[in-house]
């Protein structure tokens, strides 16, 4: 089922997710629906904030990019990112590894904006899959930016959080904008 996208302006993106202690069937309508939600919108990654629930859980795939390369390492060998995907990460703990890179992001609770964002280039990751099994793995490129953005949703952060103070401001009429409209539809639905 697709739930609808929670835009910039509600509160619960703010929310810092609550570790996942079940794997129930809720949990598991809950990942297939963000899967749904996310293709409908076709992004390449969801956390669980942006369809209004404050837990650890965010999905991702990344077999629609051929742009914008990936790497993986699973037990330090290189492997193959597409057969990794669709991927499910539950109470994710990431470690970021690398330099500094730059690099172009957006976000499906801001539609229509962009910025570029420094990121440690490679990040070491421990979750639980769908499954409840552990899983460790090494990701660099647009998969590790990609998890990294989502990890931080999960913390109650944005990528606006993480703009230079000039690409801020190039996107701050746009940001308040979309604020301000999300607070006014919030406020309508309540009445
Ligand atoms: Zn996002």
């Not at 660099?140 to 109650?156: F, K, M, P, T, W």
Request: proline share 5%; hydrophobic share 40%; glycine share 8%.
């Amino acid at each position: 089922m697709v739930l609808s996208v929670v835009k910039y302006g509600d509160p619960v993106l703010r929310q810092r997710g609550a570790p996942i202690a079940k794997l129930d069937d809720a949990l598991r309508r809950l990942v297939a629906d963000m899967f749904d939600t996310m293709y409908s919108a076709k992004g390449i990654g969801l956390a669980a904030q942006q369809v209004g629930q404050a837990v650890q859980l965010a999905v991702l795939d990344l077999r629609g990019v051929k742009d914008r390369p990936s790497q993986l390492w699973l037990q330090g060998h290189p492997a193959d990112v597409d057969a990794f995907m669709p991927l499910v990460l539950i109470n994710p703990v990431i470690r970021p590894v690398g330099d500094a890179h730059e690099g172009p992001e957006g976000c499906l609770s801001f539609p229509e904006i962009y910025g570029e964002i420094v990121r440690p280039s490679e990040v070491e990751v421990s979750a639980l899959n769908e499954r409840g099994e552990s899983f460790e793995f090494r990701a660099g490129g647009l998969l590790s930016r990609a998890i990294q953005h989502e990890v931080d949703h999960l913390n109650g952060l944005l990528f606006i959080d993480r703009m230079s103070t000039s690409v801020r401001n190039e996107v701050r009429d746009e940001v308040d904008q979309l604020q301000a409209e999300t607070k006014k539809s919030l406020g309508r639905s309540r009445r």
